[in-house]
């Protein structure tokens, strides 16, 4: 068991959410991915499929998944503010309340940011090379019409631009994360080993003040 909330932010077909899940089950803590979907659309009243679609994606709406959110939303956009900007406020109320519910998994939608000033949080980067990324993603949903190193790219990108939007910092930059891992070299049992053995070794509140990945020096001997 361990007393942090981590966050995972990962390259499309890095394995984050295989890993992320296996570190909350092996912790024994709560996992949100497509739980944090459910708490948003409740929240905002839009739909899960534009949840999906939109909640950590460059801001570029087609009109049948904006005609979705508006007729499934109850009060309708009554504002100015976007879309997309609603759906970041409504995701990043929901981040918080799960984080102070207690130490949980959180998967993406910038939750790394939305919780950088907490210090009982653990940011994780997952990342690993093309070759590996394109044969997970052919394992998992099998070939597509779209090149593979195309939609990769395409899907990374539009992390990049969503997540520099609301941030205003670089997506995958190692000084966001506390550790950055690649799943292609070391494999995703390790990264999974790897952060937990992290969690449950670091120090950080409530006791212990800021989250530190180094042990505390015992004090110097009197006189």
Known sequence: MTNKVITISRMFGSGGRTIGKAVAQRLGIPYYDKELVDAVAKESGFSHEFIEEIGEYASVTSS?????????????????????????????????????????????????????????????????????????????????????????????????????????????????????LNSGLIGVDKCTDIICDVAEMVSGPPDDGPLSLIPALPAPPAG
């Open 64 to 180: 049948f998944l904006f005609n979705i959110a508006v007729s499934s939303h109850p009060m309708g956009l009554i504002d100015t503010m976007s879309v997309s900007d609603k759906l970041y406020v409504c995701q990043t109320n929901v981040i918080r309340d799960l984080a102070d519910k207690g130490p949980c998994v959180i998967v993406g939608r910038c939750a790394d940011y939305i919780l950088k000033d907490r210090p009982d949080c653990l940011h994780i980067f997952i990342h690993a090379d093309m070759e590996h990324r394109a044969a997970r993603v052919r394992e998992r949903y099998g070939e597509t019409k779209q090149p593979m190193e195309k939609r990769l790219q395409e899907k990374d990108s539009k992390r990049k631009i969503y997540y520099k939007h609301y941030t205003n910092r670089n997506w995958g930059e190692a000084q966001n994360y506390h550790l950055c």
